[in-house]
């Protein structure tokens, strides 16, 4: 079955370690995202990236970092420079083109930093 | 920009009962909407989507949404509802930025919807 792959589940790291999170689908998406969720603020967008070796900041890029060398894979780094990097980060893809193309998403990775 | 708002971070209804999840949204353009629906500890799953087409969407789980312009509104509604219903709901419009076509979208709050027997 077709589907995105996020690891580890949980993450934990010292704080001003950076940790890099895993994203993979075989879905033959063309779009892929990343998302941070905290708790009663929804999903807020960190990068997002359209093609093989491009990418984008969303509206919370500050502290984090992408690659996009594959296109069923869109690795995040978060840095130590991200001031407050415990959430649950959500991966996601879909098509290009229709602007009603759902998004399908990982089950995510919950990163706790101590 | 677009933006989206769900009234009430929680919602708690009888199994059996009405639900109605709120959303508004604001947008410059005629807006694509989602509705999706979040356990706990996983991803999102879509429940429905707006795309013009019709103004009354039906999605999985007996979930339906209506939109209405002249409200600004997207509310999800199920006529009666299960234990298994109960999770976080989240109401998304589609980004409509430098005409690109996209999945990129602008997520509310989200709402978690509790089912007592």
């Known amino acids: 079955d077709g589907g995105i792959t996020q690891s580890p589940k949980y993450l934990f790291r010292k704080e001003g370690q950076n940790v890099t999170l895993s994203c993979e689908q075989n879905?033959?998406?063309?779009?892929m995202y990343w998302y941070r969720q905290d708790p009663g603020q929804g999903l807020r967008l960190i990068y997002y990236?359209?093609?093989?070796?491009?990418?984008q900041k969303g509206d919370i890029a500050e502290g984090y970092s992408v690659s996009r060398e594959k296109k069923e894979s869109f690795p995040l780094t978060v840095t130590s420079a991200q001031k407050n990097p415990t959430a649950f980060y959500l991966c996601?893809?879909?098509?290009?083109?229709?602007?009603?193309?759902?998004?399908?998403f990982g089950n995510g990775t919950r990163l706790t930093v101590t | 920009a677009q933006s989206v708002t769900q009234l009430g971070s929680h919602v708690s209804v009888s199994e059996g009962a009405l639900v109605l999840l709120r959303c508004n949204y604001s947008?410059?353009?005629?807006?694509?909407l989602f509705w999706y629906v979040q356990y706990p500890n996983q991803g999102l799953q879509l429940l429905l989507k707006?795309?013009?087409?019709?103004?009354l969407v039906k999605g999985i789980n007996g979930f339906e949404a209506e939109f209405k312009k002249s409200e600004t509104s997207f509310h999800l509604t199920k006529p009666s509802a299960h234990m298994s219903d109960a999770a976080e709901y989240f109401c998304?419009?589609?980004?409509?930025?430098?005409?690109?076509?996209?999945?990129?979208?602008?997520f509310g709050q989200g709402t978690i919807l509790t089912v007592h027997p």
């Open positions: 947008s410059s353009v005629p807006p694509y």
């Open positions: 998304a419009v589609s980004d409509t930025a430098g005409g690109t076509s996209y999945g990129k979208l602008t």
């Open positions: 879905l033959n998406h063309d779009a």
């Open positions: 990236s359209q093609i093989v070796n491009d990418f």
């Open positions: 996601a893809s879909s098509l290009v083109g229709p602007r009603s193309s759902p998004l399908h």
């Open positions: 707006y795309t013009s087409a019709a103004t």
